[in-house]
Every structure is written in C-alpha cells, then in structure tokens.
C-alpha cells in the first residue's frame, strides 16, 4: 500500500540530489549551465522537452532527464514515440514470467540545434533495454555511453563523472 508513494517520494529526492550535484559540479569545473524551466530537474519520461543543457569546451551537451520510481521496474526503448516498462514491484517472485512489458506513448524528444543529445536516467532501472524494429523477443541491454534512439544513454551516476571528466 505504502510502496507506490515512497517510490514517488523517493523518484523526487533523487532528482533533487541529482540536480544539486550537476550543478555544483558545473560551478566548481566553470562549465556553463542551461536550466530549461523552473522544475527542470523533475523530468518526465512522457514529456518531449529536455531538462538542461551543460557546455564543456566546444560542445553543448542537451540532457532529458528520464527514470523510474523502483528499481526493480524494467526500462525499454523502442522508438521515438514509445517506451515500454515491466514492473516487478509489486510482484511475487514465482510470478514474475507472468509480467509483460507495457508499452508507453511519449512525445518524440526535442533537443536544441546544435547540441549533443543525451538521455540520463536517474534513479535508474536495474536492467534498461534496446528493442529495434518493434520485435518484441528482440531486447538488447544498453548501459552508459551507449545508443538510445534519440541519443545517447547515460545512468546517472556515469553523466556526473563524465562531467568530471570534462
């Protein structure tokens, strides 16, 4: 009964980390730091409109920021206008083959011209998952630094250290 709200409770807080610590990391490196709206660090995965945007040297990185309010909920690409998820939250184990992915429409996601797009998930799934050509056996597990279909893929925790990186 308490799981679905502390799960959305826990979505926000990890967000607000988040965004606390990409912009601390942008003051103390002087990387120049682009909110798109107030709540900019909320993100919605359904939403088209991207988060932020982070310029490092000569390129411009846009972030849309999208995640999962549970772990134990499986994260699926599979074009630009659906993603899918399979959630195991609230699942007895011996049940889970029972559980199908849901496929989810969303607006196609608009990024700047001229910037790098990437797609940052925080808090993140355990398993995230590339489908192509609508074949529904076909999954492919993707991590950081890997293709999305409109950008590329980072967890969380990877984007912060790229921007150390930087």
């Given at each position: 009964?308490?799981?679905?709200?502390?799960?959305?409770?826990?979505?926000?807080?990890?967000?607000?980390?988040?965004?606390?610590?990409?912009?601390r990391?942008?003051?103390?490196?002087?990387?120049?730091?682009?909110?798109?709206?107030?709540?900019?660090?909320?993100?919605?995965?359904?939403?088209g409109?991207?988060?932020?945007?982070?310029?490092?040297?000569?390129?411009?990185?846009?972030?849309?920021?999208?995640?999962?309010r549970?772990?134990?909920?499986?994260?699926?690409?599979?074009?630009?206008?659906?993603?899918?998820?399979?959630d195991?939250?609230?699942?007895?184990p011996?049940?889970?083959?029972?559980?199908?992915?849901?496929?989810?429409?969303k607006?196609?996601y608009?990024?700047?011209?001229?910037?790098?797009?990437?797609?940052?998930?925080?808090?993140?799934?355990?398993?995230v998952?590339?489908?192509?050509h609508?074949?529904?056996?076909?999954?492919?597990?993707?991590?950081?630094?890997?293709?999305?279909?409109e950008?590329e893929?980072?967890?969380?925790?990877?984007?912060?250290q790229?921007?150390?990186d930087?």
């Amino acid at each position: 009964m308490f799981g679905a709200p502390t799960g959305w409770i826990g979505l926000i807080l990890k967000r607000a980390r988040f965004a606390v610590r990409v912009k601390r990391i942008c003051k103390k490196k002087n990387l120049p730091f682009e909110k798109n709206g107030f709540f900019w660090w909320l993100g919605k995965n359904k939403s088209g409109k991207h988060s932020f945007t982070v310029t490092c040297g000569e390129e411009r990185y846009s972030v849309k920021l999208i995640g999962v309010r549970n772990p134990a909920i499986l994260f699926g690409f599979v074009n630009e206008t659906t993603y899918e998820i399979k959630d195991y939250t609230f699942v007895l184990p011996n049940a889970m083959d029972s559980v199908n992915y849901v496929l989810k429409a969303k607006e196609p996601y608009r990024f700047p011209e001229g910037t790098h797009p990437c797609i940052v998930m925080v808090p993140h799934s355990v398993k995230v998952t590339l489908r192509e050509h609508n074949e529904r056996k076909q999954r492919q597990e993707i991590g950081s630094h890997d293709k999305a279909p409109e950008g590329e893929f980072f967890f969380g925790e990877n984007f912060l250290q790229f921007l150390k990186d930087q």
